[in-house]
């Protein structure tokens, strides 16, 4: 029952923005932690950042400070707002998030199918 929509994606110039986001929808009780990663072609996916529902945030290490992720716990949905963009930055860029589907239930791990994110030289 539970997916997650991620959209925005696009072909932009290097150095140009662009915002992404990713709604969760289905039977949901709880949404803990929201995610992005990436894949660009021929790599392994890579984490880029995390927010807690409380809104503490986590980034990978090379991308902190040109991307910040974001949340809207009342829409269920997860941004992120990426600057400066480098055409390394190409990648299929697909959100996550730990979800309670029961009131009893635990946590499980979820992906969106993802969004293509091409960066122009």
């Known amino acids: 029952q539970v997916q997650l929509v991620e959209s925005g994606g696009c072909l932009v110039q290097a150095g140009g923005s662009l915002n992404v986001s990713c709604a969760a929808s289905g039977s949901i009780f709880s949404i803990n932690a929201m995610g992005w990663y990436r894949q660009a072609p021929g790599k392994q996916r890579e984490l880029v950042a995390t927010i807690t529902s409380g809104g503490s945030t986590n980034y990978a290490d090379s991308l902190k400070g040109r991307f910040t992720i974001s949340r809207d716990n009342g829409r269920d949905t997860v941004y992120l707002q990426m600057n400066s963009l480098k055409p390394e930055d190409t990648a299929v860029y697909y959100c996550?998030?730990?979800?309670?589907?029961?009131?009893?239930?635990?946590?499980?791990?979820?992906w969106g199918q993802g969004t293509q994110v091409t960066v122009s030289s």
């Open positions: 996550s998030a730990n979800i309670r589907t029961a009131r009893w239930g635990s946590d499980r791990f979820y």
